[in-house]
């Protein structure tokens, strides 16, 4: 038991920036004047992974749905009464957030629960900023 303690305090702690890090190894950032050429193919889903106050204070992409970064895993589960039915495996994911940190995280979120096409847009005021559609 003295063995595994020594080993339990060896271990090595994740920063925020490693997350991050990982994040956007794993989730290709896409530039918001490609991501606004795709914006309403069928086969495309945009998700804004700020919480509410975020959006309603500024907007969101248009059509995009609302899934807080906290609540991605049980939308995204199939197996979960909150799946959200738009969430298919077969379909683009595109995140944004507010500066895409968040949307690197979630996009590995979904990476990791069997997402192919998952692609981090950044922040929605670069989206705003390259004339893409919004609503609020």
Not at 15 to 26: M, P, R, T, V
Request: negative net charge; aromatic residues 8%.
């Amino acid at each position: 038991m003295v063995f595994g303690l020594f080993f339990e305090k060896e271990k090595i702690m994740k920063s925020s920036k490693d997350y991050l890090k990982e994040a956007n190894e794993i989730v290709p950032r896409i530039e918001p004047s490609e991501a606004i050429k795709k914006h309403g193919n069928d086969n495309l889903v945009i998700i804004d992974v700020r919480d509410g106050k975020a959006i309603d204070e500024t907007g969101t992409i248009a059509g995009a749905l609302r899934v807080p970064r906290g609540f991605i895993e049980f939308a995204a589960d199939e197996t979960t009464d909150f799946h959200n039915p738009a969430l298919a495996k077969n379909k683009e994911i595109m995140l944004v957030c507010a500066a895409g940190g968040m949307a690197a995280l979630a996009g590995k979120t979904l990476k990791e629960m069997g997402y192919e096409s998952v692609f981090n847009i950044g922040g929605f005021n670069d989206w705003k900023k390259a004339g893409g559609p919004t609503e609020i």
